[in-house]
């Protein structure tokens, strides 16, 4: 079986990401039928495993499958299939290329938008990166709502105008990197 491109698995982990983001059933649905033809171009499939409130993608091949879209366990490799957790901690081993990475964001948004976005985007930057480790464009909602709710508030002391133009500053942040806010 030859393995998924690092490519291949990136897009289906976007693709997931944007069909768990996705407010609209049909949007999600089409984002996920997206995934599947991708991942069935070079013989995979995907199922998305909820653990403890995180979402994994386990693209596994299609050969695992009989007719009835069961995985046969005489079939079953593990060394054949690919898990991407979607939720929670990203890997603490990439910590400083996410924080390069938010940082740019939170820079490009304050050259573009000014201070108070910017100083906004900067707090969202060292939230992502301190508390999850993750690329802002990869936090769940349930990420943002606790930045918007707890953090933002306790630890970054944001002005009126910061938290008036909250909403604002997030849609700044996520069109940088052709994302919708979660």
């Known amino acids: 079986m030859p393995e998924l491109s690092a490519e291949t698995v ?13 407010s609209d059933p ?19 499939a995907a199922r ?7 979402v994994t993608l386990v693209c596994y091949p299609e ?10 366990m005489d079939r079953f490799d593990p060394e054949e299939a690919v898990e991407r ?5 990203g890997d603490p081993d990439e910590w400083d290329e996410v924080a390069t990475h938010n940082r740019g964001i939170a820079r490009a948004v304050h050259e573009a938008h000014g201070s108070v976005h910017g100083e906004t985007v900067t ?12 690329p802002i464009e990869a936090l769940t909602r349930d990420e943002l709502d606790e930045f918007r709710e707890e953090y933002l508030v306790r630890n970054a002391w ?8 909250l909403s604002e500053s997030l849609r ?6 052709d994302e919708e806010v979660p």
């Open 10 to 22: 990136a897009e289906a982990e976007r693709l997931t990401c944007l069909a768990l983001r996705a």
């Open 26 to 44: 049909d949007e999600a649905d089409a984002y996920r039928s997206e995934r599947d033809a991708l991942l069935a171009e070079a013989g995979y």
């Open 48 to 54: 998305e495993r909820e653990d403890g409130g995180t």
């Open 63 to 72: 050969a695992w499958l009989d007719e009835a879209g069961t995985i046969r």
């Open 85 to 89: 957790p979607l939720g929670g901690p």
């Open 123 to 134: 707090a969202l930057a060292d939230f992502a990166s301190n508390h999850y480790a993750k």
């Open 158 to 165: 944001p002005s009126d105008a910061q938290l008036d133009r």
């Open 172 to 177: 700044y942040a996520f069109a940088l990197v």
